[in-house]
């Protein structure tokens, strides 16, 4: 009977643990500007310490190669608000949430420049995912190693 208890209580903790680190991956195509077309690939966690979101991201201009990481930050007081600084600073979003999709401004570090910025939730296959994971994972392991 102990080892039955002992189990089910190993169960449930298990259970919580793969819970709370759950994540939601998901794909955004759009254009800023109404002409240049972009991909986002944002990736939302449950903050370990806090319960809050936190946000990993990258995008990049369709026609160029490269990813450019993003620093989002959620407003605190309307969650469907969101700023988003590329990293080295070379402009910023802010962007508001509409049911899945996205809307908003595209600044430049210098701020004469405002760029309207429209996104649409893409769906993604498992292989898809894994894909931008990898590009997730290797921008931000070359912007931030050591």
Same mark, same amino acid.
């Given at each position: 009977m102990k080892k039955i208890v002992l189990s089910f209580l190993f169960s449930l903790l298990f259970l919580n643990f793969t819970k709370a680190q759950? #994540?939601?991956?998901?794909?955004?195509? =759009? /254009?800023?500007?109404?002409?240049?077309? $972009?991909?986002?690939?944002?990736?939302? @966690?449950?903050?370990?310490? !806090?319960?809050?979101? +936190?946000?990993? #991201?990258?995008?990049?201009?369709?026609? #160029?190669?490269?990813?450019?990481?993003?620093?989002?930050?959620?407003? /605190?007081k309307n969650e469907n608000q969101f700023a988003l600084v590329e990293h =080295?600073?070379? =402009? +910023? +979003?802010?962007? /508001?949430?509409?049911? !899945?999709?996205?809307s908003g401004l595209w600044i430049s570090p210098d701020t004469k420049k405002q760029l309207k910025v429209v996104l649409k939730e893409a769906s993604m296959s498992k292989k898809d995912i894994e #894909?931008? @994971?990898?590009?997730?994972?290797? $921008?931000?392991?070359e912007n931030n190693d050591c």
């Open positions: 759950s #994540s939601k991956n998901t794909l955004y195509k =759009g /254009t800023i500007d109404g002409k240049i077309n $972009v991909t986002f690939y944002i990736k939302a @966690e449950e903050n370990p310490c !806090t319960a809050d979101l +936190m946000y990993t #991201s990258i995008y990049r201009y369709d026609k #160029s190669g490269g990813w450019i990481q993003l620093n989002i930050t959620q407003n /605190t =080295g600073f070379s =402009g +910023m +979003m802010i962007l /508001t949430k509409e049911g !899945t999709n996205f #894909s931008y @994971e990898k590009k997730l994972e290797k $921008v931000n392991y």
